[in-house]
């Protein structure tokens, strides 16, 4: 499916699944690939008998525009009303992040009901994480993507996944968020 972010940005996006499905996921895909690289996640999440939207945000895939933090949170917006038009009430939406796509949920469940929200590999801030991999001068250049002051205004179940050899978000990150 073809979506349009509030500034104009085509976006691009698959849609599994029918209205009939007792939930709609909507996956926020990590900073490594598109959603061409999500098909292990896809079929787990349609097993289990929720819809799909698998987002791919402005500059990933076939999407347009350029990647930026406010675009990103506009991309996952514009794909939150997708749903809301195919007919889901918010408490039949899921929100999934994965890595990057964590601080994209937490932002959007933060101001948006939803049924749940699941974080996978999630982190405090860009800043945590540029502090990791460039210990000194990493969390002065960078900011970004604060799930850690937004969090706490998610007013849904919460469910974070991490595991413990992750490379770049360090497992302590995801305990941090928690």
Same mark, same amino acid.
């Not at 972010?5 to 900073?31: C, E």
């Not at 918010?90 to 469940?109: F, K, Q, T």
């Given at each position: 499916?073809?979506?349009?972010?509030?500034?104009?940005?085509?976006? #691009?996006?698959?849609?599994?699944?029918?209205?009939?499905?007792?939930?709609?996921?909507? +996956?926020?895909?990590?900073?490594? %690939?598109?959603?061409?690289?999500?098909?292990?996640?896809?079929?787990?999440?349609?097993?289990?008998?929720?819809?799909?939207?698998?987002?791919?945000?402005?500059? +990933?895939?076939?999407? *347009?525009?350029?990647?930026? /933090? /406010?675009?990103?949170?506009?991309?996952?917006?514009?794909?939150?009303? #997708?749903?809301?038009? *195919?007919?889901?009430?918010?408490?039949?939406?899921?929100?999934?992040?994965?890595?990057?796509?964590?601080? !994209?949920?937490? /932002?959007?469940?933060? #101001?948006?009901?939803?049924?749940?929200?699941?974080?996978?590999?999630?982190?405090?801030?860009?800043?945590?994480?540029?502090?990791?991999?460039?210990? !000194?001068?990493?969390?002065?250049?960078?900011?970004?993507?604060?799930?850690?002051?937004?969090?706490?205004?998610?007013?849904?179940?919460?469910?974070?996944? #991490? %595991?413990?050899?992750? *490379?770049?978000?360090?497992?302590?990150?995801?305990?941090?968020?928690?």
């Amino acid at each position: 499916v073809w979506l349009w972010a509030a500034d104009g940005v085509r976006l #691009h996006a698959w849609w599994i699944g029918s209205r009939d499905a007792p939930l709609a996921t909507l +996956y926020l895909h990590g900073n490594g %690939g598109n959603i061409t690289h999500r098909a292990d996640h896809a079929r787990a999440i349609t097993a289990a008998g929720s819809a799909l939207l698998l987002l791919d945000y402005r500059g +990933y895939g076939r999407s *347009e525009g350029r990647p930026t /933090e /406010e675009g990103l949170y506009a991309d996952a917006e514009a794909a939150y009303q #997708h749903l809301r038009k *195919e007919g889901f009430r918010p408490e039949r939406i899921v929100l999934h992040g994965e890595s990057l796509g964590s601080g !994209v949920a937490v /932002e959007l469940a933060s #101001h948006r009901p939803c049924a749940g929200v699941i974080l996978e590999a999630p982190f405090p801030s860009v800043q945590a994480v540029a502090g990791r991999i460039l210990p !000194v001068l990493g969390p002065l250049m960078i900011r970004g993507f604060d799930s850690k002051s937004r969090i706490r205004n998610i007013r849904a179940p919460v469910l974070i996944v #991490h %595991g413990d050899r992750d *490379e770049v978000v360090d497992f302590d990150m995801g305990r941090e968020l928690f």
